[in-house]
């Protein structure tokens, strides 16, 4: 349920309808608009009487939250949520975030290398798997706990933020300490206990959107993580499954406009994963920014053929490089900053 209350209310007017609504057991969560305040209100809704509530002065309007989502939904939260994951980088408004990386660490010297390169031609985060969930059990599952820990100089050389995916509970509290962005991967988007667990920190959460799921099922997800306290939870579009196999996934470039209509959260795209292919990426970017995305995710290697994992679908960073000219030239046009 949302209630509209006046811009020009009083706390103490506010703090009285608050006290009312909380008496009945429910969760009131307040967002400051340019026009109105909106009380959000979670819980029993059912209990409440909507003409009840319209009898205070301050209140303009009540209505109620039909979509199963309730704090991801643009009604609860009417402005663009702006997510801050360090060091002076944000996601969300007029605020663009350039994550890029390797696919998976390798070692401490080409990892802190090719961050300064990354740095150098305009990222601003460092993306970068030390636990890999992989197809083939035989495949390349990461460094672990040492992946983390390289990631980590990198940052120490060039002061970008760490965004590293995390697959189960058991790492959460290294992953506190050692990331700035945990990110929930597309196999994990409906794993509810990781989901939980997430939602139990502050920690931006960068929510990878299931190859088969549908906006609404991705929405709930999000919901999952909010419901814990967390408010920090980005999107990422990162390709869907479909009847076509020419590429590795179709990227759903309408999943912006529709997210950014339907929820205040942030969404960015992942063009390289729903590729799968090198020469797909840099079309795939310039549409993913031209479509209003909150930023990109791309996968950058110094050598793809030799990379441990997915060097098919990384740039090089000479590749990087000149796609960051033309992403910087778009950004200006859709007026966001790195």
């Known amino acids: 349920m949302i209630i509209h209350i006046s811009q020009n209310s ?8 608050t006290q009312f ?17 909106i009380l959000g209100l979670t819980g029993d809704v059912s209990k409440i009487d909507i003409n009840t509530l319209k009898k205070y002065n301050i209140v303009e309007d009540v209505y109620r939250i039909t979509a199963p989502y309730k704090k991801a939904n643009r009604e609860f939260h009417e402005a663009d949520s702006v997510i801050d994951i360090g060091d002076g980088v944000k996601v969300g408004g007029d605020h663009f975030l350039m994550c890029a990386g390797p696919c998976s660490v390798e070692n401490e010297t080409d990892t802190i290398e090719l961050a300064k390169q990354l740095k150098d031609a305009g990222a601003n985060s460092l993306r970068g798997g030390a636990f890999k969930p992989r197809t083939s059990p035989y ?10 820990r ?13 965004v590293s995916e995390l697959m189960g ?46 906006i609404e099922e991705w929405l709930m997800s999000a919901e999952y993580i909010l419901a814990g306290g967390n408010k920090n939870v980005i999107f990422c579009e990162r390709g869907i499954r479909t009847f076509e196999d020419a590429t590795r996934n179709t990227l759903d470039i309408q999943a912006v406009p529709v997210v950014q209509k339907e929820s205040h959260l942030p969404i960015v795209i992942d063009p390289s994963h729903a590729a ?32 441990w994992s997915d060097g098919q679908q990384s740039l090089t960073p000479e590749e990087f490089k000149n796609l960051m000219e033309t992403i910087k030239i778009l950004l200006k046009i859709e007026g966001k900053t790195l």
């Open 10 to 17: 009083s706390e103490n007017q506010i703090d009285e309808i």
């Open 21 to 37: 609504v909380e008496s009945m057991g429910l969760n009131v969560h307040r967002s400051n608009g340019s026009n109105r305040i």
């Open 139 to 148: 495949s390349f599952q990461g460094l672990g706990v040492e992946g983390l």
């Open 150 to 162: 390289i990631l980590n100089e990198a940052k120490k050389e060039t002061g970008l933020p760490i």
């Open 169 to 214: 509970t058991d790492h959460l509290d290294t992953f506190v300490d050692m990331v700035d962005v945990i990110q929930i991967g597309a196999r994990n988007m409906q794993n509810f206990d990781l989901l939980k667990a997430v939602g139990q920190t502050d920690k931006p959460v960068l929510l990878k959107r299931g190859m088969s799921a549908t």
């Open 276 to 307: 799968g292919i090198r020469y797909v990426i840099p079309s795939m970017a310039k549409s993913a920014v031209m479509s209003g995305a909150n930023g990109l995710q791309i996968e950058v290697h110094q050598n793809p053929e030799k990379a």
